[in-house]
């Protein structure tokens, strides 16, 4: 039931902070360490990968371009991140040295599924991540990661790239611990931040929504909507674009900031929307004279941003403030943002916003 939400979208994006403390909580044992279930990876396994993949389509795929940045972060292993679709008919090195990692909400997505045979005959280790226990995926795999995100009904994903988003915090740095690629000090920090996210994502969605509200009004009858970010924000950009046009239909796209003038700009006019992500420390001011360029040329901007830069007040019209955290974590916090962008723009449209046109929840079909 949708217990008095409108949709079951509506009610999905609420229930992400229970689903992400369901997901972290059940993993931490009484001495505060991470324990995986289910994932009988070991130290001398670990020390064998030397090249890891990460393959699923769409929202799925989105998470693991994060989980890529993780794993080269915190295991020092080269990391693809691979559309299921592309990765099948193109030429890979996989050998017992590589490490798959799946990526699938429902654990049935066709594509997926043969993506992770393929890597499986070729004598790869198959990790999965998955929202569904028994899934064919979480059948054919080595290792299975359950998020607890719960049955997730409203075709656009939520609470299951959020929760694919917390598989990956908690992996990369359960198994840097076991090689020893992050340091005691820096796993505990790191987790204790992790155990903070569902109550800042509480507070993110209460102070978010009515602002959400107001962008969706200014967005819902343009031709257009452009997505922009750097790093991990760039891949927040790529989830909110895509959650924006399978409910609203309004053509959208995403770039990473620093290809605009190798020619995307050339779109920007008096008036088009753009969203940016400016999440991440190291390359605010980039990303800040990213914003100055589109501005200058009539866009509308939405800046996303942590609380403190407040001065992005100065050059968008309007600025949605998030709650701190690491810069790792900040995917997770600033993507409701943009689910709610979406889901408001949807309903304001009059769409059937659980059930949008020419999609399936589970793509069983190549
Ligand atoms: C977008 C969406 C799809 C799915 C994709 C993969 O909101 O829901 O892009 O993410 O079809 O589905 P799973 O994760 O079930 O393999």
Redesign the pocket.
Same mark, same amino acid.
């Given at each position: 039931s949708k217990e008095g939400y409108a949709h079951f979208m509506l009610k999905e994006i609420y229930q992400q902070p229970t689903a992400i403390r369901d997901t972290v909580e059940r993993r931490i044992d009484e001495k505060g360490n991470i324990v995986l279930e289910n994932i009988s990876i070991t130290k001398e396994v670990l020390e064998k990968i030397n090249k890891i993949y990460i393959v &699923?389509?769409?929202? &799925?795929y989105h998470a693991g371009l994060i989980g890529k940045y993780l794993f080269q972060t915190f295991l020092k292993v080269d990391t693809i991140a691979d559309i299921a679709s592309e990765f099948r008919y193109s030429e890979h090195n996989i050998d017992e040295n590589t490490l798959v990692v799946i %990526?699938?909400?429902?654990g049935?997505?066709a594509d997926?599924l043969q993506a992770l045979k393929d890597a499986k005959e070729k004598g790869a280790r198959i990790l999965s991540i998955t929202n569904v226990v028994g899934s064919s995926i979480a059948r054919e795999s080595d290792d299975v990661f359950y998020t607890w995100a719960g049955p997730e009904i409203a %075709?656009?994903?939520t609470k &299951?790239y959020t929760t694919q988003l917390v598989a990956f915090y908690l992996m990369a740095l359960h198994f840097g611990r076991l090689k020893n690629t992050i340091e005691l000090t820096c796993y505990e920090e790191i987790l204790n931040e992790l155990r903070t996210l569902p109550e800042k994502l509480q507070i993110t969605l209460s102070e978010c929504d009515k602002k959400a509200k107001n962008i969706s009004e200014t967005i819902k009858d343009k031709q257009s909507v452009f997505y922009l970010g750097r790093g991990l924000d760039y891949y927040t950009a790529l989830e909110g674009a895509?959650?924006l046009k399978?409910i609203s239909y309004i053509h959208t796209e995403a770039f990473p900031a620093g290809e605009l003038k190798h020619g995307s700009i050339a779109l920007i006019e008096e008036g088009t929307p753009v969203i940016a992500f400016a999440t991440q420390s190291l390359i605010y001011d980039k990303i800040v004279s990213n914003i100055k360029e589109v501005k200058a040329r009539g866009a509308y901007v939405v800046g996303v941003t942590r609380k403190k830069n407040e001065d992005l007040k100065e050059i968008c019209d309007e600025v949605v403030l998030l709650e701190e955290s690491f810069n790792i974590f900040m995917p997770l916090i600033s993507v409701v943002v943009a689910q709610l962008i979406s889901y408001y723009t949807a309903l304001l449209k009059g769409n059937d916003v659980d059930k949008p046109r020419n999609l399936a929840k589970? %793509?069983t079909v190549e």
């Open positions: &699923a389509c769409g929202t &799925a %990526v699938s909400q429902s049935e997505t997926t %075709v656009a994903s &299951a895509l959650k399978e589970s %793509v």
